[in-house]
């Protein structure tokens, strides 16, 4: 079955990094737009970063220069690079993707969700 899997969440001091990813699977044609998002305890959701089929990137101005989205097409896989991380990025980051699963069908996935955890 098609699935849009995440990976690389975790727990990191802060100012380290992690580099989290969201990788389709079962067949698919291609990632077009991929679109992160993340939600803190006791926060709503929060659109922070995204990347269009042909590798054009958007921030929140919260993650810019912190955060660089990229895509790998051969893999099917999107990375995210997280640097200079604060306790205030902990939370559950989840990836949203618009995939081609055949010629004419084009359909909206979401990752599971992983939890990165930044302690002070």
């Known amino acids: 079955q098609v699935q849009l899997v995440e990976s690389g969440g975790g727990e990191v001091q802060a100012g380290g990094p992690l580099r989290p990813s969201c990788a389709a699977s079962?067949?698919?044609?291609?990632?077009?737009?991929l679109v992160w998002y993340r939600q803190a305890p006791g926060k709503q959701r929060e659109l922070f970063a995204s990347?269009?089929?042909?590798?054009?990137?958007n921030y929140a101005d919260f993650v810019k220069g912190r955060f660089t989205i990229s895509r790998d097409n051969a893999k099917k896989t999107v990375c995210l690079q997280m640097n200079n991380l604060n306790p205030e990025d902990t939370g559950v980051y989840y990836c949203?993707?618009?995939?081609?699963?055949?010629?004419?069908?084009?359909?909206?996935?979401w990752g599971q969700g992983i939890q990165v955890t930044v302690s002070s």
């Open positions: 949203n993707a618009n995939l081609r699963i055949s010629n004419y069908v084009w359909r909206d996935y």
């Open positions: 079962g067949g698919i044609l291609r990632i077009k737009k």
């Open positions: 990347i269009t089929g042909g590798g054009i990137t």
